[in-house]
């Protein structure tokens, strides 16, 4: 693997009153702010005038887009709407108005009821003329259209379910809860996970240190080793040199992603955050669209998605998406092509009874890699180009990841439910890349290959509902769960590798076809191992009051680690730390009907293979959070606002024992381990989401973090910064904006990154300014169908690097300013 690198040397952080008096700043400025807002709102227009685009089609399907929208629940009996066409809405209206524009022409008309809901019923005219009488039903429109996000065209959400499996919305959640919405993933044209994270609130993206198509996540200061489908948790990372965890967004609805320890839901991992992938569902009603774009460095991509009913009682629905993308990249001899397939079946086995399948097939092919450049001799970056690249036209990155998902859903009497959920993946990698050293002043080329088979296995069942105790009505949810991953990799280097035998590089004038690709002793290295993971779990949340409720949680879980030595047939070394308990306590008090504050506290585990002087495994890093803060939701939570403050203690880190032997007893160099290492990290974020006026949506969140040393065998590190190449200060803005009137069919927007100065994690001489970049987009509908969209990134064309690496390489630069247009049709 890679060679040894120059040890971590922090730079100081700034003090965390500062952070204080910002959070402060922010809690007296933002919520009243928004509240003010929300009265000029009300005084300039009817308190709920929105701007619609409800595009015609079958009346069923325009009414539950309508209640996603609105959130306001319609009824009716089924045999009213069935066969029914809406000419669909169009503007800005008030609810009633755009509900009787959706009615126009179908014969129906809304009865308003006393709890907001509307009822359809025939008008009289048709009811005359048809002969009809139908009783009212009360459920049409499903209540899942609250937590769906597609067709919104909102940048929040009504609920989300990570934090702790309870179904709850953002401000009733005592942690702090950010959604990627489908609509904000549509505005900017992301496709990516790592585009994805980049734009939440908190989230830092790095690339170049690793190998792969994925940079590598992180949150409040600790890296991020969880990513969650439909709320089942697998590993991310590698093998410490590859990342095989990208993802393309075609076919998810929104990530939802909770800041902090998340042990409760995932078991083992870092205090940083977890990121949750909900998948796009079947529809009752016919749905689909034709997304083809082209941009910059010849990027050409084509989506389709389909969705309907496959019987016809609805009971069988289904949907599928495909994707293909070729492109160039912005530097050298890079060449991408991706594809994948997307299928998913849900089948109302009874009317309790809801049974989903589903799959899916994603194929990489990179050639050239990216660029991962080294520094100048004297420690500067390059003078060259963002295009070069130093890499070989031989190597490549090839990727097959394979998902396979099946869910069980039964409704239980007294409102409770059961679900079993279970998904399997498949990961394999084949890879060759080029890195470099320097020997005597020159960088000389080693190439090196790895294979990589990885097996994640994630299980879940539980049941979740409501209980009545003392007097009041109260919800809980337990449940058992189990993670497996087998991972297998194994590869090797050129015989040339780390020495002057190998081909002699000249950044400034650099042939990606010069060098012959060399032969590679695959059996070199390899790396095998077995993790297993089993809790059980359970949550429940107490109205203890009117104003005020409890949410208590404990997660137990058991570990086992089989790691396979090297070359060898010995018997594989097994790590057993024991059981793990992980409470959670989360307190929340409503001061009105818009705001509470709250306050939690929780844990995490993560297991760690060092040993002492004793021979003896170290016992696991624990992670604690600390958070207390302020939400907001507005317009009836189609604008929701939060701030906070936390804590987090990370306890247990492996150190050096310098009072111990050298070389540790069984190893070869180096001092044994001990458990006393100690990471705090302090800091705020503050978030705003949703729709602040009729037509204007928006997405923005700043966060600023401060991660020290508190412990360390090292003196030296104590107070200093514990990842320096993670920006301390982030501002993150997306924005879009529906005309008004007969200019409805235009959208605008832009966006904003805004971050401070870094500094590598290898040497603090390897730093970089802070940046800022400026993103716009603009849409027009050309028809109810058709839409044509214009994404431009990096405006102001600003040069930066995605990551600071080593003297010899991972110092990857960022893409200039770029292009892309879309057209996206509806059926």
């Known amino acids: 693997m890679r060679p040894s690198r120059p040890p971590v040397i922090a730079s100081p952080l700034a003090p965390l009153p500062f952070a204080l008096r910002i959070a402060l700043l922010a809690t007296s400025a933002l919520l009243p702010a928004t509240a003010a807002l929300a009265q000029q709102a009300a005084a300039a227009a009817p308190a709920d005038i929105r701007t619609y685009d409800i595009a015609n089609g079958p009346l069923n399907q325009a009414i539950n887009r309508y209640v996603a929208v609105t959130g306001v629940f319609v009824a009716a009996d089924g045999r009213l709407t069935a066969g029914k066409h809406s000419a669909g809405v169009q503007g800005a209206h008030s609810a009633s108005q755009a509900l009787h524009r959706l ?35 009360r459920v049409t429109a499903s209540a899942l259209a609250r937590e769906t996000t597609e067709g919104t065209g909102s940048m929040t959400s009504g609920s989300a379910s990570t934090a702790t499996r309870l179904n709850l919305s953002l401000r009733e959640t005592p942690q702090s809860v950010s959604v990627l919405t ?6 900017l044209g992301l496709t990516t996970l790592d585009q994805a994270v980049q734009n939440v609130t908190g989230l830092v993206v790095q690339k170049g ?37 990208n993802e393309d967004l075609a076919i998810y609805d929104r990530m939802e992603v909770v800041r902090g320890a998340s042990g409760l839901t995932t078991g083992s991992g870092n205090p940083s955050a977890a990121l949750n992938l909900v998948r796009k569902r079947p529809t009752a009603t016919p749905q689909g669209s034709l997304q083809a774009s082209i941009g910059s460095w010849d990027n050409y991509r084509l989506q389709l998605d389909g969705s309907n009913a496959l019987n016809e009682a609805k009971t069988l629905r ?58 100048a001799a004297d420690g500067s970056f390059l003078d060259v180009p963002r295009s070069a690249n130093l890499a070989n036209a031989f190597d490549h990155w090839g990727q097959t990841t394979q998902t396979a998902f099946v869910e069980l859903e039964q409704q239980l009497a007294g409102g409770w439910r059961a679900k079993l959920s279970a998904v399997q993946r498949w990961q394999d990698v084949d890879m060759t890349f080029s890195g470099l050293s320097r020997i005597g002043g020159s960088l000389y080329q080693n190439t090196q290959a790895y294979v990589i088979d990885n097996r994640q296995t994630s299980l879940d069942v539980n049941a979740s509902g409501p209980f009545s105790l003392l007097g009041r009505e109260h919800e809980a949810a337990f449940g058992l769960s189990h993670r497996r991953l087998k991972y297998d990799s194994n590869g090797g280097w050129s015989s040339y590798a780390w020495t002057s035998s190998g081909p002699l590089v000249d950044p400034y004038n650099w042939n990606a076809y010069a060098v ?11 790396l095998r191992f077995d993790t297993r993971q089993t809790g059980a779990y359970a949550v429940a949340r107490w109205h203890l009051a009117e104003p005020l409720k409890l949410i208590t949680g404990l997660r137990a879980d058991g570990y086992e680690r089989l790691s396979h030595q090297t070359k060898t047939n010995a018997a594989p070394l097994k790590y057993d730390p024991g059981h793990q308990l992980t409470p959670y306590g989360g307190l929340i008090f409503d001061l009105d009907d ?39 939701a507005y317009f ?30 069984g190893s070869s160099f180096g001092y044994c381990q001990r458990a006393s290492g100690e990471v705090e990290s302090q800091g705020i974020e503050t978030e705003i989401g949703g729709e602040l006026l009729p037509g204007w949506q928006i997405a923005a969140g700043y966060a600023y973090v401060s991660a020290k040393y508190t412990k360390d065998s090292d003196p030296a590190n104590i107070g200093e910064l514990f990842s320096p190449n993670y920006p301390r200060h982030q501002f993150k803005m997306t924005t879009a904006y529906r005309l008004p009137g007969e200019w409805h069919r235009w959208r605008t927007g832009a966006s904003l990154y805004v971050q401070n100065t870094t500094v590598s994690s290898y040497g603090d001489t390897i730093r970089q300014k802070g940046y800022a970049l400026v993103g716009l987009n603009a ?38 300013r770029s292009f892309g247009v879309t057209l996206d049709y509806r059926l």
Request: proline fraction near 6%; include cysteine.
């Open 779 to 816: 849409s027009y509908d050309i028809s109810r169908q058709a839409t044509v969209r214009l994404n431009i990134d990096n405006l102001f064309d600003k040069h930066y690097y995605q990551g600071l690496g080593w003297s010899t390489g991972g110092n990857q630069p960022g893409a200039p």
């Open 182 to 187: 489908r609509e904000q993933i549509d505005v």
């Open 594 to 632: 818009r705001h509470s504050v709250y306050a939690s506290w929780t844990r995490i585990f993560q297991p760690q293979t060092a040993y002492d002087m004793n021979g003896t495994v170290l016992d696991p890093i624990t992670g604690t959070n600390l958070e207390a803060g302020v939400k907001g």
């Open 636 to 665: 009836g939570g189609r604008l929701n606002a939060s701030v906070a403050v936390f804590q987090i203690k990370q306890r247990n880190r492996a150190t050096d024992d310098t009072g111990g032997p050298n070389p540790c007893p």
């Open 318 to 375: 289904g949907r599928a998406v495909a994707s293909v993308q070729d492109k160039r990249n912005f530097y050298d001899t890079a060449h991408d092509r991706n594809g994948q397939l997307y299928g998913v079946l849900e089948a109302d086995l009874s009317p309790d009874t809801l049974l989903t399948v589903g799959a899916h097939w994603r194929r990489i092919y990179d050639t050239g890699l990216y660029t991962r450049l080294p520094l």
């Open 516 to 526: 012959a690709q060399p032969a590679i002793d695959m059996s070199a290295w390899r």
């Open 103 to 137: 009615l126009g022409g179908t014969g129906l008309e809304a009865v308003p009821q006393a709890n907001g809901s509307y009822v359809l019923r025939a008008t009289p005219e048709a009811t005359g003329a048809a002969g009809v009488d139908l009783a009212e039903v």
């Open 209 to 245: 240190d690793l190998v792969g198509e994925s940079g590598s996540f992180s949150a409040r200061g600790f890296a991020i080793d969880s990513l969650l489908l439909d709320g089942l948790p697998t590993s991310l990372g590698g093998n410490g040199t590859a990342n095989p965890d």
